[in-house]
């Protein structure tokens, strides 16, 4: 059984994260003898949500640039040297066979100084606009694994593979499992069960919503699983003590809510929206209007214009928000058409095909790994017989 080694590297936010360790699962799953490395930045939640999954992490001492004029600015190049210094002998002490890089600023020294030493390397992009991260280093990487047509504007057309995003393989079967998560959640079977998430981090507009209309979901007979983030958790906890609703910093165990939810009302990041498309079930896209390019709003709109989902933008919540969620619950015809077109967009095949373009670089790999032993053996020899 081959023994490879792969290091992972993105991170930042859920959306980089959780691709990473899709990837790696399925590798895990086709070369169980192999070593895993995933290397994100310091102090960010990968350090947290990397180990839980299973996987050995390395932190780097790297941040993005703000957008705006700030101090912390001033530490952006001492911070990128020491991330190259330390990627370099990440890469020499661990040797990995591919590299795969998902995006946020943590995967671009490792990436970098990867693809400059010949290392093959794969990048993975989640949205119809590239994060400046991927962006840089779609240059240098070999395979760019992409979900949406049109990145030839951004990345080199020869390189780009269009795959669809990784998915967490527990979040492919929710289907079974929903009697069997509304009792894990002591849910009540008659009611219906809106799950509200506001992308790994939580939304403040989402939340402000959701806490003004507790009482219109308790009217409509709806109980709440609502994912706050955690920045937001000590402010909207108190509502732990109302009957039908549930609030949570963070959910671990995402297929469980996904398996119990009748309605969702979500952010439109990309993986948030290829997880729902999985999924099938009536979903009210409310995205992020402060992202790059607005591209929550185009991963939205994707869907939405199939009449696969509902989409509100956050400067119509307050006209359009009260009227659209009451119609979706009490119309079930409707429900089940936006379920049946949600549903018939996912690509379920995405990890697996992103691990067969993984394999084509192992080829590679071997040869370049051999080359490479084959010129330190030739130069010990000289060094030894001058
Ligand atoms: C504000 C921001 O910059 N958002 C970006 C970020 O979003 P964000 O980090 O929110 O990413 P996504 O919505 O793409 O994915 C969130 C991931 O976190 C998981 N999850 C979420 C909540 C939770 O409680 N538990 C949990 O496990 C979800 O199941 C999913 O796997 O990355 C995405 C992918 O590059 C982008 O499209 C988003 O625009």
Redesign the pocket.
């Known amino acids: 059984m081959a023994n490879y080694r792969f290091i992972l590297s993105g991170g930042g ?4 994260i ?1 691709p990473a360790i899709a990837i790696a699962d399925e590798l895990k799953s086709r070369y169980p003898d192999s070593q895993f490395l995933f290397v994100g930045a310091s102090d960010r939640m990968e350090m947290e949500k990397v180990p839980q999954a299973g996987y050995a992490i390395e932190g780097l001492w790297i941040s993005g640039i703000q957008r705006k004029l700030t101090l912390r600015n001033l530490a952006f190049p001492f911070k990128l040297m020491s991330s190259l210094l330390r990627s370099r002998k990440i890469l020499k002490t661990f040797k990995p066979h591919v590299v795969i890089g998902t ?1 946020g600023f943590a995967s671009g020294p490792l990436l970098q100084v990867a693809s400059s030493n010949n290392i093959p390397c794969l990048i993975q992009e ?2 119809s606009y590239p ?1 400046i991260t991927n962006r840089l280093l779609g240059k240098k990487v070999d395979v760019i694994c992409v979900a949406y047509e049109g990145l030839e504007t951004y990345f080199p057309k020869s390189k780009i593979k269009i795959t669809g995003n990784p998915v ?1 393989k527990d979040l492919l079967s929710v289907e079974d499992k929903h009697i069997k998560a509304k009792d894990a959640f002591s849910l009540i079977h008659s009611k219906y069960t809106l799950l509200v ?1 506001g ?3 939580g939304a403040r507009r989402i939340n402000e919503l959701i806490e003004q209309h507790l009482e219109l979901f308790e009217f409509l007979n709806v109980q709440v699983i609502w ?1 706050c983030g955690k920045l937001y958790y000590d402010q909207y906890k108190h509502h732990n003590t109302l009957k039908h609703v549930q609030v ?1 910093a ?3 165990n ?1 297929d469980m809510v996904y398996a119990a939810a009748d309605i969702i009302i979500s ?1 439109a ?5 290829s ?1 729902l498309c999985i999924v099938g079930k009536p979903v009210v896209f409310i995205p ?1 209007p ?2 790059a390019e607005d ?2 709003t185009k ?1 939205a709109q994707a869907i939405s214009s199939k009449n696969a989902a509902l989409l509100i933008s956050e400067k119509d919540l307050d006209d359009h928000f009260e009227h659209e969620f009451s119609e979706l619950v009490t119309n079930e015809e409707k429900q089940k058409t936006l379920s049946a077109n949600i549903k018939a967009l996912a690509l379920v095949n995405a990890t697996k095909d992103i691990v067969d373009e993984v394999e084509k670089l192992l080829a590679r790999s071997s040869s370049h790994q051999e080359s490479a032993a084959v010129s330190e053996t030739k130069q010990t020899t000289m060094s030894k017989n001058p």
């Open positions: 936010t859920g959306g980089h959780y995006g989640q949205n994060g967490r998430l992308g790994s981090l994912q949570n963070f959910i671990n995402m952010r990041g990309a993986i948030s929206v997880e992020s402060n992202v591209h929550q991963n």
